[in-house]
C-alpha cells in the first residue's frame, strides 16, 4: 500500500502573515493575465475546460 503524501511546505510567522495578505489581494502584471488568458485557451482546445 502507498504511503500518504505529507505536506512539506508550512509558513510561520511573518511568511505566514505575509502570504495571507497577498492571497486577500493578490497582485497580477498583465504579463501574467495574458499567461493564464493563453492557458485557458489551450485547455478549451483540448477540451479540458469547460
Do not use: C, Q, S, W
Not at 20 to 27: D, I, L, Q, R, T
Not at 33 to 42: F, N, Q
Request: glycine letters at 6%; charged letters at 40%; zero cysteines.
Amino acid at each position: 500500500m502507498a504511503k500518504p503524501i505529507e505536506i512539506g511546505l508550512v509558513l510561520e510567522g511573518d511568511d505566514a502573515k505575509r502570504f495571507h495578505k497577498y492571497m486577500e489581494n493578490p497582485k497580477i502584471t498583465k504579463e501574467g493575465r495574458d499567461l493564464i488568458r493563453e492557458a485557458i485557451k489551450i485547455a478549451k482546445k483540448e477540451k479540458l475546460y469547460v
